[in-house]
Protein backbone atom coordinates (compact mmCIF):
# COMPACT_ATOMS: atom_id res chain seq x y z
CA UNK A 1 0.00 0.00 0.00
CA UNK A 2 3.13 2.41 0.92
CA UNK A 3 4.39 1.74 -2.26
CA UNK A 4 1.44 2.21 -4.42
CA UNK A 5 0.29 5.46 -2.55
CA UNK A 6 3.71 6.36 -3.60
CA UNK A 7 3.04 5.77 -7.30
CA UNK A 8 -0.24 7.86 -7.14
CA UNK A 9 0.69 9.84 -10.26
CA UNK A 10 1.19 7.11 -12.49
CA UNK A 11 -1.88 5.93 -11.51
CA UNK A 12 -4.16 9.00 -11.52
CA UNK A 13 -2.66 9.22 -14.61
CA UNK A 14 -4.45 5.95 -16.41
CA UNK A 15 -7.92 7.55 -14.88
CA UNK A 16 -6.92 10.73 -16.55
CA UNK A 17 -5.89 8.92 -20.02
CA UNK A 18 -9.46 7.10 -20.16
CA UNK A 19 -11.38 10.00 -18.85
CA UNK A 20 -9.60 12.34 -21.63
CA UNK A 21 -10.19 9.47 -24.60
CA UNK A 22 -13.73 9.71 -23.71
CA UNK A 23 -13.88 13.16 -23.40
CA UNK A 24 -11.56 14.71 -26.22
CA UNK A 25 -13.60 15.05 -29.18
CA UNK A 26 -16.28 16.81 -26.36
CA UNK A 27 -13.71 19.02 -25.43
CA UNK A 28 -12.63 20.01 -28.81
CA UNK A 29 -16.03 20.85 -29.84
CA UNK A 30 -17.37 22.80 -26.94
CA UNK A 31 -14.08 24.76 -26.46
CA UNK A 32 -13.21 27.38 -24.09
CA UNK A 33 -13.15 26.27 -20.52
CA UNK A 34 -13.58 22.72 -20.97
CA UNK A 35 -11.23 22.70 -24.06
CA UNK A 36 -8.35 24.43 -21.64
CA UNK A 37 -9.46 23.03 -18.72
CA UNK A 38 -8.74 19.69 -19.80
CA UNK A 39 -5.73 20.64 -21.68
CA UNK A 40 -4.02 21.61 -17.97
CA UNK A 41 -5.12 18.10 -16.28
CA UNK A 42 -3.83 16.82 -18.59
CA UNK A 43 -0.82 18.67 -18.77
CA UNK A 44 -0.61 18.37 -15.04
CA UNK A 45 -0.89 14.77 -14.89
CA UNK A 46 2.32 14.18 -17.85
CA UNK A 47 4.61 16.41 -15.18
CA UNK A 48 3.00 14.19 -12.27
CA UNK A 49 4.67 11.09 -14.23
CA UNK A 50 7.65 12.72 -15.15
CA UNK A 51 8.46 13.39 -11.52
CA UNK A 52 8.05 9.39 -10.97
CA UNK A 53 10.07 8.69 -13.85
CA UNK A 54 12.75 11.23 -12.62
CA UNK A 55 12.65 9.82 -9.30
CA UNK A 56 13.03 6.21 -9.77
CA UNK A 57 15.54 6.98 -12.04
CA UNK A 58 17.64 9.01 -9.23
CA UNK A 59 16.71 5.34 -6.85
CA UNK A 60 19.07 3.98 -9.93
CA UNK A 61 21.63 6.47 -10.03
CA UNK A 62 22.36 6.23 -6.14
CA UNK A 63 22.66 2.30 -6.66
CA UNK A 64 24.68 2.21 -9.61
CA UNK A 65 27.15 5.74 -8.33
CA UNK A 66 28.64 8.26 -11.03
CA UNK A 67 29.42 8.89 -13.56
CA UNK A 68 25.93 6.49 -14.33
CA UNK A 69 23.97 9.13 -11.82
CA UNK A 70 23.66 12.10 -14.05
CA UNK A 71 23.71 9.47 -16.98
CA UNK A 72 20.45 7.56 -16.01
CA UNK A 73 18.71 10.99 -14.70
CA UNK A 74 19.35 12.63 -18.22
CA UNK A 75 18.22 9.79 -20.25
CA UNK A 76 15.03 9.65 -18.49
CA UNK A 77 14.25 13.63 -18.87
CA UNK A 78 15.10 13.09 -22.56
CA UNK A 79 13.14 9.68 -23.05
CA UNK A 80 10.05 11.64 -22.21
CA UNK A 81 11.03 14.47 -24.33
CA UNK A 82 11.64 12.79 -27.12
CA UNK A 83 8.13 10.38 -26.75
CA UNK A 84 6.10 13.70 -26.70
CA UNK A 85 7.80 14.91 -29.54
CA UNK A 86 7.22 11.98 -32.29
CA UNK A 87 3.43 12.07 -30.89
CA UNK A 88 3.31 15.84 -31.78
CA UNK A 89 4.85 15.68 -34.56
CA UNK A 90 2.41 12.95 -35.79
CA UNK A 91 -0.15 15.22 -35.03
CA UNK A 92 -0.84 18.54 -37.74
CA UNK A 93 2.03 19.50 -39.35
CA UNK A 94 4.88 22.11 -37.16
CA UNK A 95 7.89 21.51 -39.35
CA UNK A 96 9.71 23.60 -36.46
CA UNK A 97 8.70 21.89 -33.53
CA UNK A 98 11.84 19.80 -33.13
CA UNK A 99 13.83 22.76 -33.38
CA UNK A 100 12.16 25.02 -31.46
CA UNK A 101 11.71 22.16 -28.52
CA UNK A 102 15.46 21.32 -28.58
CA UNK A 103 16.13 25.20 -28.32
CA UNK A 104 13.85 25.43 -25.42
CA UNK A 105 15.21 22.79 -23.71
CA UNK A 106 18.47 24.42 -23.59
CA UNK A 107 17.56 27.66 -22.50
CA UNK A 108 15.79 26.07 -19.85
CA UNK A 109 18.74 23.67 -18.73
CA UNK A 110 21.75 26.23 -18.92
CA UNK A 111 19.42 29.93 -18.29
CA UNK A 112 17.22 28.44 -16.04
CA UNK A 113 18.41 25.17 -14.55
CA UNK A 114 22.03 26.96 -14.18
CA UNK A 115 20.89 30.51 -13.21
CA UNK A 116 18.49 29.86 -10.51
CA UNK A 117 20.92 26.71 -8.92
CA UNK A 118 23.56 29.47 -8.71
CA UNK A 119 21.69 31.85 -7.40
CA UNK A 120 20.23 29.72 -4.76
CA UNK A 121 23.51 28.15 -3.84
CA UNK A 122 25.44 31.59 -4.20
CA UNK A 123 22.87 33.13 -1.29
CA UNK A 124 23.04 30.31 0.85
CA UNK A 125 27.19 29.39 0.47
CA UNK A 126 28.65 32.35 -0.96
CA UNK A 127 30.34 30.63 -3.73
CA UNK A 128 30.14 27.18 -4.79
CA UNK A 129 32.83 24.62 -6.50
CA UNK A 130 32.66 22.28 -9.26
CA UNK A 131 34.57 20.11 -11.39
CA UNK A 132 36.17 22.59 -14.20
CA UNK A 133 37.07 19.47 -16.31
CA UNK A 134 33.39 18.61 -16.75
CA UNK A 135 32.37 21.86 -17.76
CA UNK A 136 34.66 22.31 -20.11
CA UNK A 137 33.75 18.89 -21.75
CA UNK A 138 30.38 19.38 -22.03
CA UNK A 139 30.45 22.93 -23.40
CA UNK A 140 33.12 21.50 -26.15
CA UNK A 141 31.03 18.85 -26.94
CA UNK A 142 27.34 20.81 -26.74
CA UNK A 143 29.06 24.25 -29.41
CA UNK A 144 29.93 20.95 -32.04
CA UNK A 145 26.82 19.28 -31.71
CA UNK A 146 24.37 22.33 -32.08
CA UNK A 147 26.36 23.94 -34.58
CA UNK A 148 26.65 20.45 -37.15
CA UNK A 149 22.73 19.72 -36.31
CA UNK A 150 21.04 23.20 -35.85
CA UNK A 151 23.81 25.69 -37.25
CA UNK A 152 24.70 24.45 -40.45
CA UNK A 153 21.60 23.10 -42.09
CA UNK A 154 20.86 26.66 -42.51
CA UNK A 155 23.13 25.93 -45.53
CA UNK A 156 22.11 22.71 -46.56
CA UNK A 157 19.97 23.32 -50.12
CA UNK A 158 17.16 20.96 -50.22
CA UNK A 159 17.79 18.75 -52.90
CA UNK A 160 21.08 17.55 -50.77
CA UNK A 161 19.38 17.57 -47.01
CA UNK A 162 18.60 13.79 -46.90
CA UNK A 163 22.76 13.40 -47.20
CA UNK A 164 23.51 15.89 -44.65
CA UNK A 165 20.79 14.53 -42.82
CA UNK A 166 22.42 10.78 -42.60
CA UNK A 167 25.68 11.74 -41.67
CA UNK A 168 24.66 14.73 -38.86
CA UNK A 169 22.76 10.96 -37.55
CA UNK A 170 25.80 9.36 -38.15
CA UNK A 171 28.43 11.83 -36.51
CA UNK A 172 25.87 12.41 -33.54
CA UNK A 173 25.55 9.02 -32.17
CA UNK A 174 29.53 8.59 -32.87
CA UNK A 175 29.69 11.70 -30.42
CA UNK A 176 27.53 10.26 -27.88
CA UNK A 177 28.80 7.22 -27.79
CA UNK A 178 32.29 8.56 -27.68
CA UNK A 179 31.60 11.08 -25.22
CA UNK A 180 30.03 7.96 -22.68
CA UNK A 181 32.86 5.93 -23.26
CA UNK A 182 34.93 8.54 -22.05
CA UNK A 183 32.81 9.98 -18.93
CA UNK A 184 32.46 6.11 -17.82
CA UNK A 185 36.01 5.03 -18.11
CA UNK A 186 38.88 7.42 -19.52
CA UNK A 187 37.54 10.44 -17.68
CA UNK A 188 35.14 9.27 -15.40
CA UNK A 189 36.64 11.39 -12.35
CA UNK A 190 35.75 14.37 -14.31
CA UNK A 191 31.78 13.71 -13.50
CA UNK A 192 32.28 11.71 -10.47
CA UNK A 193 30.40 13.79 -7.21
CA UNK A 194 28.01 12.73 -4.05
CA UNK A 195 24.87 13.86 -4.85
CA UNK A 196 22.90 13.09 -1.53
CA UNK A 197 20.69 10.64 -3.34
CA UNK A 198 20.58 8.55 -0.53
CA UNK A 199 18.79 10.40 1.72
CA UNK A 200 15.80 10.45 -1.01
CA UNK A 201 16.10 6.65 -1.91
CA UNK A 202 16.55 5.00 1.73
CA UNK A 203 13.10 4.46 1.48
CA UNK A 204 13.20 1.88 -0.90
CA UNK A 205 16.87 0.98 -0.83
CA UNK A 206 15.67 -2.60 -0.36
CA UNK A 207 13.12 -2.77 -3.34
CA UNK A 208 14.37 -4.29 -6.74
CA UNK A 209 16.09 -2.77 -9.31
CA UNK A 210 13.65 -4.49 -11.94
CA UNK A 211 10.67 -2.60 -9.71
CA UNK A 212 12.00 0.52 -10.83
CA UNK A 213 12.92 -0.49 -14.40
CA UNK A 214 9.34 -1.68 -14.64
CA UNK A 215 7.92 1.98 -13.11
CA UNK A 216 10.01 3.97 -15.50
CA UNK A 217 8.81 2.21 -18.54
CA UNK A 218 5.14 1.84 -17.86
CA UNK A 219 5.23 5.87 -16.77
CA UNK A 220 6.90 6.77 -20.37
CA UNK A 221 4.12 4.63 -22.31
CA UNK A 222 1.68 6.62 -20.06
CA UNK A 223 3.47 9.96 -21.19
CA UNK A 224 3.11 8.62 -24.53
CA UNK A 225 -0.56 7.70 -24.18
CA UNK A 226 -1.30 11.20 -22.61
CA UNK A 227 0.61 13.13 -25.20
CA UNK A 228 -1.83 11.50 -27.93
CA UNK A 229 -4.67 12.94 -26.00
CA UNK A 230 -2.28 16.46 -25.16
CA UNK A 231 -1.56 17.05 -28.86
CA UNK A 232 -5.37 16.96 -30.08
CA UNK A 233 -6.49 19.34 -27.45
CA UNK A 234 -3.53 22.06 -28.06
CA UNK A 235 -3.99 21.98 -31.76
CA UNK A 236 -7.71 22.52 -31.45
CA UNK A 237 -7.13 25.61 -28.50
CA UNK A 238 -4.25 27.13 -30.93
CA UNK A 239 -5.89 26.61 -34.07
CA UNK A 240 -7.28 29.93 -35.27
CA UNK A 241 -5.96 31.56 -31.64
CA UNK A 242 -3.08 34.45 -31.16
CA UNK A 243 -1.07 32.44 -28.73
CA UNK A 244 2.39 32.00 -29.63
CA UNK A 245 3.30 29.10 -32.08
CA UNK A 246 5.83 28.13 -30.40
CA UNK A 247 3.95 27.05 -26.96
CA UNK A 248 3.90 23.17 -27.52
CA UNK A 249 7.81 23.58 -27.86
CA UNK A 250 7.89 25.21 -24.70
CA UNK A 251 5.62 22.70 -22.83
CA UNK A 252 7.47 19.64 -23.94
CA UNK A 253 10.97 21.45 -22.67
CA UNK A 254 9.02 22.59 -19.57
CA UNK A 255 7.95 18.95 -18.69
CA UNK A 256 11.09 17.38 -19.23
CA UNK A 257 13.02 20.19 -17.16
CA UNK A 258 10.73 20.13 -14.66
CA UNK A 259 12.09 17.15 -12.16
CA UNK A 260 15.44 18.71 -13.00
CA UNK A 261 14.78 21.94 -11.63
CA UNK A 262 13.91 20.51 -8.29
CA UNK A 263 17.13 17.81 -8.30
CA UNK A 264 19.34 20.75 -9.59
CA UNK A 265 17.84 23.01 -6.79
CA UNK A 266 17.95 20.85 -4.33
CA UNK A 267 21.58 19.86 -4.84
CA UNK A 268 22.50 23.77 -4.96
CA UNK A 269 21.25 24.35 -1.26
CA UNK A 270 23.70 21.63 0.22
CA UNK A 271 26.31 23.33 -1.74
CA UNK A 272 26.53 20.14 -4.44
CA UNK A 273 26.88 22.87 -7.78
CA UNK A 274 28.86 20.03 -9.54
CA UNK A 275 25.14 17.84 -9.28
CA UNK A 276 23.60 21.24 -11.30
CA UNK A 277 26.75 21.29 -13.82
CA UNK A 278 25.93 18.05 -14.80
CA UNK A 279 22.36 18.12 -15.19
CA UNK A 280 22.02 21.14 -16.91
CA UNK A 281 24.68 20.90 -19.21
CA UNK A 282 24.19 16.80 -19.67
CA UNK A 283 20.86 17.14 -19.94
CA UNK A 284 21.66 19.76 -22.49
CA UNK A 285 24.30 17.40 -24.53
CA UNK A 286 22.00 14.42 -24.17
CA UNK A 287 19.00 16.69 -26.16
CA UNK A 288 21.12 17.72 -28.89
CA UNK A 289 22.64 13.96 -29.35
CA UNK A 290 20.05 11.68 -28.87
CA UNK A 291 16.58 13.81 -29.91
CA UNK A 292 18.24 15.12 -33.36
CA UNK A 293 19.32 12.07 -34.58
CA UNK A 294 15.74 10.89 -33.96
CA UNK A 295 14.03 13.49 -35.43
CA UNK A 296 16.33 13.57 -38.16
CA UNK A 297 15.62 9.75 -39.16
CA UNK A 298 11.70 10.05 -38.53
CA UNK A 299 12.78 12.65 -41.46
CA UNK A 300 14.52 10.39 -43.79
CA UNK A 301 12.05 7.49 -42.91
CA UNK A 302 8.90 9.90 -44.12
CA UNK A 303 10.97 11.69 -46.87
CA UNK A 304 10.21 15.19 -45.41
CA UNK A 305 12.59 17.41 -44.23
CA UNK A 306 12.32 18.55 -40.55
CA UNK A 307 13.13 22.15 -40.28
CA UNK A 308 16.35 22.36 -37.98
CA UNK A 309 18.07 25.35 -39.03
CA UNK A 310 18.15 27.74 -35.82
CA UNK A 311 16.45 31.64 -37.10
CA UNK A 312 18.28 34.55 -36.34
CA UNK A 313 16.68 35.21 -32.81
CA UNK A 314 17.74 31.68 -31.73
CA UNK A 315 21.13 31.81 -32.54
CA UNK A 316 21.66 35.15 -30.76
CA UNK A 317 20.31 33.59 -27.64
CA UNK A 318 22.75 30.47 -28.39
CA UNK A 319 25.13 32.77 -28.64
CA UNK A 320 24.62 34.70 -26.28
CA UNK A 321 24.01 31.73 -23.58
CA UNK A 322 27.40 30.04 -24.95
CA UNK A 323 29.64 33.23 -24.47
CA UNK A 324 27.80 33.98 -20.77
CA UNK A 325 28.48 30.29 -19.66
CA UNK A 326 31.95 29.94 -20.73
CA UNK A 327 32.91 33.54 -19.16
CA UNK A 328 31.07 32.10 -15.54
CA UNK A 329 31.81 28.07 -15.65
CA UNK A 330 36.04 29.25 -16.07
CA UNK A 331 37.35 29.16 -12.79
CA UNK A 332 35.79 26.05 -10.94
CA UNK A 333 33.52 28.52 -8.69
CA UNK A 334 30.13 29.92 -9.00
CA UNK A 335 28.29 32.46 -7.38
CA UNK A 336 24.90 34.37 -6.94
CA UNK A 337 25.80 37.08 -9.57
CA UNK A 338 26.87 34.54 -12.54
CA UNK A 339 23.28 32.86 -11.69
CA UNK A 340 21.47 36.40 -12.26
CA UNK A 341 23.08 36.51 -15.49
CA UNK A 342 21.82 33.13 -16.49
CA UNK A 343 18.30 34.12 -15.24
CA UNK A 344 18.62 37.18 -17.39
CA UNK A 345 19.14 35.34 -20.26
CA UNK A 346 16.19 32.52 -19.70
CA UNK A 347 13.59 35.67 -18.80
CA UNK A 348 14.62 37.26 -22.11
CA UNK A 349 13.81 34.03 -23.88
CA UNK A 350 10.04 33.84 -22.08
CA UNK A 351 9.65 37.41 -23.31
CA UNK A 352 10.51 36.67 -26.49
CA UNK A 353 8.26 33.65 -26.76
CA UNK A 354 5.14 35.65 -25.14
CA UNK A 355 6.00 38.15 -28.13
CA UNK A 356 5.94 35.28 -30.31
CA UNK A 357 9.29 36.01 -31.85
CA UNK A 358 10.99 32.61 -30.83
Same mark, same amino acid.
Given at each position: ???L???????????????????????????? %????G?????L???????????????? %??????? =?????????????? +??????????????P??????????????IN????????????????????????????A??L?A??????? =?D???????????????????????????L???????????S????????????????????? %??F????V???????????????????? =???????????????????????????????????????????????????????????? +?????????????????????? %????????????????????????????????V
Amino acid at each position: MKYLKSELPILLSIIVAVLGSALEHQAIESGG %MLLWGSLLVILASIIGVAFRISHHAEV %MAMRLGE =PYGTLILTLAAVSV +EVVILIVLLHGEPNPTLARDTVFSAIMFDINGILGLAAIVAGLKHGSAKYNLDSANSYIAMLLVAIGVGMFV =PDFVPDEKWKIYSAFSVGVMSVMYFAFLRLQTVEHRKFFEYSDGIEEEAHDQMHSPNSLHIIA %MLFAIVMVGLLSEILSALLNAGLRGSSL =PKAIPAVLVALISASPEILTALRAAQKDRMQTTVNIALGASLATVLLTLPVIEALALFSG +ERIEMALTPIQAGMLLLTFLTV %MNNLHDGETNAIEGVSHFALFAAFIALVSMGLV
